[in-house]
């Protein structure tokens, strides 16, 4: 799925790599736990989380992971965003909580990773 | 051998990961395959992290060539009591503070040892850990 | 209103202990791993998704009245976790797929 259609599902908005709107993600998975995150061997995994801090996005970085909603209405810090720019991660900022998220995401056809 | 030191502040998770995202530059530059990277850099980050989470201070010390990447951490702290238990997957000892930053599943040192190519851990309870990660690299460039 | 029997059933979740509490009604879903935030922002009846097995998971599922929690990619409660959950009678699930998963299924199921 495109970024595009994950901001037009989640009624989100994009705060770092707006310029690349059709980047597809294969997979989805949701934590607030990093350990847990960086347990994926996927490429092209969408990560859910309520956690917004710098080492979200660390986690990221490390995990290869190039797209991050924020649920929960959880805002990125300017640190966050220059981070995540510099590694190529995008960002999106959605109001909804992670139940709703997660729902709306696989409802519309989003993988779960095994 | 190159050789690099950074050092790692005990509860500044501003910063965690910064010593592991160097790591992560040089070999990317050395052209080594994305999966090495990848396993060489979350086991790091683990390592780097567990200092930040649980330890008062330390340091990274990274020595690398072309064909492999010797990874140590060493720091002052608690140490670890049983590093067999602190190996299970689920043992954690984090702090609630340490929990609301994300970590604290009881998962990095299992991380670190599926990751690595080597990992050795000592430990002297009251002073301090020392993780050592190796990884064989291959890689196409650089010395 | 759906009941946490119906959502084990519906689900096929394993159920770890707390079965005295199966008949609970649920409210809705919320997934979390950081405990103050389930603390401040759960509401009474929601099944909590988390793989947290935390001792203090129980104390918070029982402050806040939650229907049930579900311990997500095949986590198991902690002993002392599984006898609270006896005593307050809300059950702890177990089921071995994702947090995201399993949260696809239960919100299709009782939105
Ligand atoms: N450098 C260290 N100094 C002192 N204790 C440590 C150190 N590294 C690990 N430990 C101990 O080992 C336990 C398990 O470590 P591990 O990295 O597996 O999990 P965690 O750090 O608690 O949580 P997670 O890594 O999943 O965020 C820790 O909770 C801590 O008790
Ligand atoms: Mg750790």
Not at chain 1, 2 to 16: F, G, H, K, P, T
Not at chain 2, 120 to 136: A, F, L, N, Y
Not at chain 3, 76 to 90: G, M, R, V
Request: glycine share 8%; net charge negative; hydrophobic share 40%.
């Amino acid at each position: 799925m495109r970024v595009s259609e994950i901001l037009q599902i989640l009624d989100a908005r994009i705060i770092c790599g707006e310029h690349r709107t059709d980047y597809t993600i294969d997979v989805a998975f949701a934590s607030d736990l990093m350990s847990d995150v960086l347990t994926l061997k996927n490429d092209h995994v969408l990560l859910i989380t309520g956690l917004a801090n710098m080492q979200t996005i660390r986690t990221a970085e490390m995990s290869d992971i190039n797209c991050i909603v924020f649920a929960r209405n959880k805002k990125a810090s300017r640190e966050m965003i220059a981070l995540a720019e510099e590694n190529d991660i995008i960002l999106i900022e959605c109001r909804y909580s992670m139940f709703k998220t997660c729902g709306l995401l696989y409802e519309a056809g989003v993988k779960p990773i095994f | 051998m190159e050789h690099h030191e950074f050092n790692i502040e005990g509860g500044d998770f501003t910063r965690a990961g910064y010593a592991s995202s160097q790591v992560k530059k040089m070999l990317k530059q050395m052209g080594v395959d994305v999966a090495i990277i990848k396993r060489t850099v979350v086991a790091a980050y683990e390592a780097e992290v567990n200092v930040v989470a649980h330890a008062y201070s330390g340091a990274m010390y990274v020595d690398i060539n072309r064909e492999e990447v010797k990874i140590e951490l060493r720091d002052q702290g608690p140490g670890i009591e049983d590093i067999e238990q602190a190996m299970q997957e689920g043992y954690s000892t984090a702090s609630s503070a340490v929990r609301e930053m994300g970590f604290g599943a009881g998962m990095g040192l299992s991380n670190m040892k599926k990751n690595a190519d080597e990992l050795h851990i000592e430990s002297e309870p009251g002073k301090g850990t020392r993780v050592v990660i190796r990884m064989q690299l291959n890689a196409t460039t650089g010395d | 209103m759906m009941t946490v029997a119906d959502i084990v059933k519906a689900l096929n979740l394993k159920v770890f202990s707390g079965a005295g509490g199966l008949d609970r009604e649920v409210s809705g879903g919320y997934v979390s791993d950081l405990l103050s935030d389930v603390m401040g922002k759960a509401d009474a009846g929601q099944v909590w998704i988390t793989l947290q097995t935390h001792k203090n998971v129980m104390a918070i599922a029982s402050l806040k009245d939650l229907a049930a929690v579900i311990l997500v990619s095949g986590y198991k409660p902690a002993e002392n976790t599984a006898e609270q959950s006896e005593e307050e009678n809300i059950p702890i699930l177990g089921t071995d797929k994702s947090a995201f998963e399993v949260t696809g299924e239960l919100y299709t199921l009782i939105k």
